[in-house]
């Protein structure tokens, strides 16, 4: 469980954030691949869960909730852009966020009933928590800028 406690987890988000800028800064203009480098960039926090001996499954439900979250946030802040442009992206991403956390809370709900049925260990940890939910933020908005920027072809 040492693995797993603050201090870890704390160093674990700090690295991973200066990795995602890092990263963010160099793509952030190529529309077009900022969508698949977020998604690739939330399989990274996967590294200290596999290292302090967690399975991924077992913070699905974190998981699930970062991504249907952020995802949804990401949908909001783009609407509000398209209305409003920075302003309505800010607002959008704050009123959005709000709601999204309601729905995603009962997802996120579900999963940890259901791994519980499963018999999957799921108790969260500082780590776990943290790991898994910024894995599922990343992957959620890089799936909703991919959508929208590839397939959908939305510019803002």
């Not at 529309?31 to 967690?54: D, Q, V």
């Not at 409003?84 to 999204?100: H, N």
Request: charged fraction near 15%; proline fraction near 3%; aromatic fraction near 6%.
């Amino acid at each position: 469980m040492k693995k797993q406690g603050l201090i870890p987890a704390s160093t674990s988000v700090i690295i991973i954030s200066i990795v995602v800028i890092s990263v963010i800064s160099f793509t952030i203009y190529n529309t077009r691949a900022i969508g698949p480098a977020i998604i690739l960039l939330g399989f990274i926090p996967w590294i200290p869960l596999r290292i302090s001996g967690r399975t991924i499954k077992s913070t699905g439900a974190d998981i699930v909730f970062g991504a249907i979250d952020t995802g949804i946030l990401g949908i909001a802040a783009l609407i509000g852009a398209s209305f409003a442009g920075v302003l309505g992206a800010i607002v959008g991403g704050a009123v959005g966020d709000s709601i999204t956390d309601g729905f995603a809370g009962l997802f996120e709900g579900r999963m940890a009933e259901y791994l519980r049925k499963h018999g999957i260990e799921e108790a969260r940890t500082p780590l776990s928590s943290s790991m898994g939910k910024m894995s599922g933020c990343l992957i959620g908005v890089g799936i909703v800028l991919t959508i929208a920027w590839s397939i959908l072809e939305i510019s803002i």
